[in-house]
């Protein structure tokens, strides 16, 4: 397909080869598959909210800091201070705590 082009008009042909397509499936395979691990490794997160959650509602005082080391604990560096640490071992093959275990 040959296009002529006039003085001071842009060209532009909207014709895929069979690679490009190829490579744009690839791409979108890749990103579909990369939002589908993030939301099944993120799953792990929502737990950590429902046990604090969970301790909220007997101590209104609760945060953060009461379980872990650091005020905001981050994804990559969330020490347990002695509490959380009781709070982890009290916590049962699927996934709910035993609150009568910590004191």
Avoid at 55 to 84: I, Q, R, S
Wanted: hydrophobic share 40%; aromatic share 4%; with cysteine.
């Amino acid at each position: 397909m040959r296009i002529r082009l006039r003085p001071g008009r842009i060209a532009v042909a909207f014709r895929h080869s069979a690679k490009e397509k190829e490579y744009e499936m690839k791409k979108t395979t890749a990103a579909v598959l990369a939002t589908i691990a993030s939301l099944a490794l993120g799953t792990s997160a929502l737990a950590t909210m429902e046990i604090h959650k969970e301790y909220k509602a007997k101590d209104a005082k609760a945060t953060c800091a009461t379980c872990h080391v650091d005020k905001m604990p981050k994804k990559d560096k969330h020490d347990l201070n002695d509490f959380g640490k009781k709070v982890a071992a009290a916590k049962g093959a699927d996934g709910k705590i035993d609150w009568a275990k910590v004191k």
